[in-house]
């Protein structure tokens, strides 16, 4: 079992340590809340892109940056994959991975 001396060392380190945590954790809910808004502007040119090549599809799933680490990308709910490059080309492949679009 642990000791009273263990256990109030323990809190004083929590209770130093509690403004600076709490600094990093508001630090990093602006930082999602952005993420959020960017995702979302690349998101609505996505759907409008989507609109003109199969106006049924539509994005289902963020999935991340790419295997080659140089974008992100989102899968449609027909099974395309929509990648966008870090220099701002977009690429729209079927299921089978094939190119349907790049610009």
């Known amino acids: 079992m642990i000791g009273d001396k263990v256990l109030k060392e ?3 380190r929590i209770e130093k340590g509690k403004e600076r945590r709490s600094r990093i954790v ?3 809910f602006k930082l999602y809340d952005r ?5 979302g502007e690349l998101e ?3 759907t409008e892109l989507l609109k003109r ?3 049924d599809d ?3 799933h963020f999935v991340g940056t ?3 680490d140089n974008g992100l990308e989102w899968w449609t ?3 395309k994959e929509v990648c966008v490059r870090v220099d701002g080309s977009i690429e729209v492949r079927d299921r089978r991975g094939k190119p349907i679009l790049r610009v």
């Open 77 to 79: 709910s027909r099974g």
């Open 66 to 68: 790419t295997l080659e």
């Open 35 to 39: 993420v959020r808004e960017l995702e």
């Open 44 to 46: 609505e040119e996505i």
């Open 58 to 60: 539509y994005i289902i």
């Open 10 to 12: 323990i809190a004083e």
């Open 26 to 28: 508001q630090e990093l």
């Open 53 to 55: 090549i199969d106006r």
